[in-house]
């Protein structure tokens, strides 16, 4: 099998930057880590590969910086890795992140499978997925725990809000793995050396042949208006009495603030 494993660069904590115009992330600026539950999709694309006798291929759409993922990921056991970098990618929401992966999946293919994280720390929203998987026009399984293949097709046991359940699905196909499904395997110090040393390709809009109106802000109809850090300022107020007068009052200030 080759596969393609999708891998988003996020900012450090604490290292987070806000573009006051354009509301959106500054990651040229932060430290760029591997987003943790996509290190779970790197595993789970590492070893299917060598269960198979196949391929992993990493891909990140980020800036410059975002090559150090990269570099973590071929460690990790992946054959290949590619940035997908450009200016016009910035302020991309998903459904334009979506649009880039998939021009990238189809230039460095033919994939049997693309692997996605269940969702971003700094997203929340667990949609690169599934709208990667309709830009292809392939059938997704989001939020599995368990997969193999065998007999030509891929057997999955998925997570679903009442309990787990089997299916299988036709390749090509387009998974995400649940957070904790597998043990990532550190950094091989081996494979870390001769990753270092190792080129990784830079596609740009115009290598992967991208319609412009579909990149960056303009290709995004998720706009965010507002970005702000929340201030908390702490109130107390001691209730005094007996405790039969100290139980009334308190009910009456929950009922007051409409709490009860």
């Not at 057997?155 to 649940?178: F, K, M, Q, Y």
Request: include cysteine; aromatic fraction near 4%; hydrophobic fraction near 40%.
């Amino acid at each position: 099998m080759r596969i393609l494993v999708c891998l988003k660069p996020v900012p450090e904590p604490g290292t987070v930057k806000v573009d006051p115009e354009t509301h959106t992330l500054r990651r040229e600026g932060s430290k760029l880590v591997l987003n943790p539950p996509d290190a779970y999709a790197l595993e789970a694309a590492v070893s299917l590969a060598e269960e198979t006798g196949g391929q992993a291929v990493a891909v990140s759409m980020g800036p410059p910086n975002a090559k150090d993922i990269l570099v973590e990921a071929l460690a990790c056991g992946a054959e290949e890795a590619y940035l997908l970098s450009d200016r016009a990618f910035a302020g991309a929401d998903t459904l334009a992140t979506s649009y880039v992966l998939s021009l990238a999946a189809k230039k460095l293919g033919p994939f049997d499978l693309v692997v996605c994280g269940k969702v971003s720390i700094d997203g929340e929203t667990a949609q690169v997925g599934p709208e990667l998987a309709a830009w292809l026009d392939w059938p997704s399984v989001i939020w599995v725990k368990a997969l193999s293949f065998g007999d030509g097709k891929l057997s999955l046991t998925r997570v679903t809000d009442e309990g787990e359940e089997d299916v299988e699905v036709r390749l090509p196909a387009v998974v995400t793995i649940e957070p904790e499904s597998n043990d990532p395997r550190p950094p091989s110090v081996r494979r870390l050396i001769k990753a270092r040393k190792q080129e990784i390709p830079v596609l740009t809009a115009a290598d992967l042949g991208a319609e412009e109106e579909r990149l960056g802000l303009s290709g995004s109809p998720t706009q965010v208006l507002e970005v702000f850090s929340p201030t908390y300022e702490g109130q107390r107020e001691v209730l005094t009495g007996s405790a039969q007068e100290v139980v009334e009052a308190l009910v009456n200030r929950l009922k007051e603030r409409g709490l009860i």
